[in-house]
């Protein structure tokens, strides 16, 4: 075989033993999915509001019945900032897949020119006829390729494969997140309404038992302590108004961010409906097994793991040689006229190099193996991270319906509690007014009447509460994207104006399908 045969020869040799061992040799460890300690059934589940069965929670807001409540969170959905914030990172991430993709191929191709003057000193040559000043044009395109013999490059596409679903996963997170915000703040604002109508209606009947103490001081037939004592509840019920007016404020407030607005009194929202939102009285758990496919939060801290795991892989590929082909091709010529571009394009004028080339990192003094370890760390840490996901998102879960269960039997009791204490006051006032009873029993029945019913109404909406966080820790919300585009078509465009995304703006592109792709897959130009 001659000189120019070989140079020709070889690199075809390396790249179809690249070709057959692509998909055999990855070095570093396959993920598996982690297991993690589930329990076998809910500790509430023998309670006959629980249901076991597993139910759509795709929009449990509407198991409300609550109109204000439905378009809260579907603004919510369509406005928020921070869920958009969300949806670019999954951007990015697809992005980042794409460079991976890319260093499969080769990783440095580099086109240039030039044309330079070269003065050579005349001392330097004795023959005669030398000749000293010449133009110099050069055309030249390099390529060099690593090849992926140990699957270092096809690690890093698993990696930035798994990472653009983890990525994903927290935009579900994010929605689930942001459906029970927009809901508890929903909630909070209904409670503190209905508790600001029950201060005001107490204050009406207080200032009525003040002008009847005053006109019985007056008439001679009680003391002033009586006044005085009308006078000191009917200004502590007062002073507490302010209080709930600004947490009331605080809380439109809130939900105003959460819906992608300044700070407003939301009156498009809150006109639709009125009182705290009724929670049914029975919930669908299902499982807790279910945790580990519906919760978005579980989903991702699996698949960070699995995106760390292939980081070993990458990270030992550096322990063994790395073989690549390099090549050079271009031309070269010489002119003695400044004035035109020599004939570069001729036969003549072509230069190549090409051929293989082998590195080993042999003396790297426990870099790449203290690399290696590192990342091995990182790995175990997000698969213990994984198993404490899995954990806390069911203490989440037990918490939550304990709480609204808890807090219905609480609603039951104060509402007896509440319509006992109107039946005393109304008895406290009927002998005062006889003169069988001094002015103390009846204002001893308005506090009681007045701390029954904030009670009551603060644990109405305390079961609410607790069955929005029921919901969010079953990772209800998120399906509600399925089939929509996370992001709207504004920041598209506004992104596409900017730099050229390809089609990578495409839902196709971002949204892995459920199948696995394979690591060798073709550029996103």
Not at 200 to 227: H, M, W, Y
Not at 362 to 367: E, K, M, P, Q, V
Request: proline share 5%.
């Amino acid at each position: 075989m001659t000189y120019y045969n070989r140079i020709i020869f070889l690199p075809f040799v390396l790249v179809i033993i690249f070709i057959s061992i692509d998909g055999c040799i990855k070095v570093g460890p396959d993920f598996k999915p982690p297991t993690a300690s589930v329990s076998s059934n809910w500790l509430q589940a023998s309670d006959e509001r629980v249901k076991n069965e597993p139910a759509n929670y795709r929009a449990w807001w509407e198991s409300f019945d609550d109109t204000g409540l439905t378009r809260a969170i579907d603004r919510a959905y369509r406005e928020n900032v921070s869920l958009k914030i969300a949806a670019v990172r999954v951007l990015e991430a697809r992005a980042q897949l794409g460079i991976a993709v890319g260093k499969i191929y080769p990783q440095t191709q580099q086109l240039g020119g030039s044309q330079t003057f070269n003065r050579v000193s005349a001392d330097a040559y004795s023959s005669q006829g030398q000749v000293f000043r010449f133009w110099e044009d050069q055309i030249n395109s390099t390529v060099a390729w690593e090849l992926d013999f140990w699957g270092k490059y096809r690690r890093a596409v698993e990696s930035a494969d798994a990472t653009l679903r983890a990525t994903l996963a927290d935009y579900d997170s994010a929605l689930v997140t942001l459906t029970a915000d927009a809901a508890n703040s929903y909630i909070q604002i209904r409670t503190l309404e209905k508790r600001i109508e029950i201060a005001k209606e107490n204050l009406e009947t207080q200032t009525e038992s003040l002008r009847i103490a005053e006109a019985r001081f007056q008439g001679g037939s009680t003391s002033e302590r009586d006044v005085e004592q009308a006078r000191t509840i009917l200004y502590n019920t007062k002073a507490t108004i302010p209080i709930l007016e600004a947490q009331l404020r605080q809380s439109k407030d809130a939900l105003s961010v959460l819906i992608g607005i300044p700070p407003d009194d939301l009156s498009d929202v809150l006109s639709l409906s009125s009182g705290i939102p009724a929670p049914p009285p029975q919930v669908a758990v299902g499982i807790p097994a279910d945790l580990l496919r519906r919760r978005p939060d579980v989903r991702s801290a699996e698949l960070q793991a699995a995106a760390q795991c292939a980081q070993i892989g990458i990270a030992k590929a550096d322990l063994y040689p790395a073989f690549s082909l390099t090549g050079s091709f271009g031309f070269l010529s010489t002119d003695f006229s400044p004035a035109k571009l020599s004939n570069i394009f001729g036969l003549s004028s072509a230069m190549l190099t090409a051929g293989p080339s082998v590195q080993w990192n042999i003396l790297n003094y426990g870099i790449i193996t203290n690399n290696v370890r590192v990342q091995d760390a990182r790995f175990q840490e997000l698969l213990l991270t994984y198993q404490n996901t899995v954990l806390k998102a069911q203490q989440e879960v037990e918490d939550f319906l304990a709480g609204f269960l808890r807090n219905q039997e609480t609603a039951e009791s104060l509402a007896l509690s509440t319509a006992a204490a109107k039946h005393s006051l109304e008895l406290a006032f009927v002998q005062y007014s006889q003169g069988s009873a001094d002015f103390t029993t009846v204002l001893t029945a308005q506090q009681s009447l007045l701390v029954s019913q904030d009670a009551l109404a603060t644990s109405l909406g305390n079961v609410s509460l607790n069955l929005v966080g029921v919901y969010r820790s079953l990772g209800g919300g998120w399906e509600i994207r399925q089939g929509e585009d996370i992001l709207p078509p504004q920041i598209k465009e506004m992104m596409a104006k900017r730099t050229n995304w390809g089609d990578l703006l495409a839902p196709s592109s971002f949204m892995p399908p459920a199948a696995k792709q394979p690591d060798i897959r073709a550029p996103d130009w």
